[in-house]
């Protein structure tokens, strides 16, 4: 379990820890990054993704947006409760944002072709950095809400 302890109430830790990423979150991430590499993938084998480097260029925008956007929200003064919430879900997040954005500079750099093994292969990792990103997202938001 990911926890840290700076950012958990100090009357309660163990009930702020247990709110914290788990190892079953890690999994969800996992198997819905696998199903959703697996619906691309296929949509691109049978021709219907014509424009996987618009997708790949989508996956990188969105990725450093996304790194922006959390660096930015860290520095803010009134940011303390935010930090507790990111603690707990840091590794997730910063798994799912530098895997997006380094897959999605390797996907823009080789020409896409339809059928091409080479070429799914690399949007399905892409596709799932990017499913890895989205959901532990979710989870981020999960356990602010909780706070």
Excluded: H
Excluded at 7 to 19: A, I, L, Q, Y
Excluded at 30 to 36: E, Y
Excluded at 42 to 60: H, M, Q, R
């Amino acid at each position: 379990m990911i926890c840290n302890y700076d950012n958990c109430c100090s009357e309660n830790k163990k009930r702020c820890c247990n709110e914290c990423m788990s190892g079953l979150a890690v999994l969800v991430e996992i198997i819905g990054g696998l199903l959703f590499t697996a619906i691309v993938v296929l949509l691109f084998i049978n021709g219907i993704l014509t424009s996987a480097e618009a997708i790949a260029t989508a996956a990188l925008i969105s990725g450093l947006v996304y790194l922006g956007v959390l660096t930015a929200s860290s520095l803010l003064p009134d940011g303390e409760s935010l930090k507790g919430c990111v603690g707990c879900n840091l590794a997730g997040i910063i798994t799912g944002i530098f895997g997006t954005v380094f897959s999605a500079i390797i996907g823009i750099a080789v020409t896409f072709t339809a059928g091409d093994t080479i070429s799914a292969v690399i949007l399905g990792i892409i596709a799932f950095f990017f499913a890895y990103m989205i959901i532990s997202t979710f989870f981020l938001v999960k356990s602010c809400i909780r706070r």
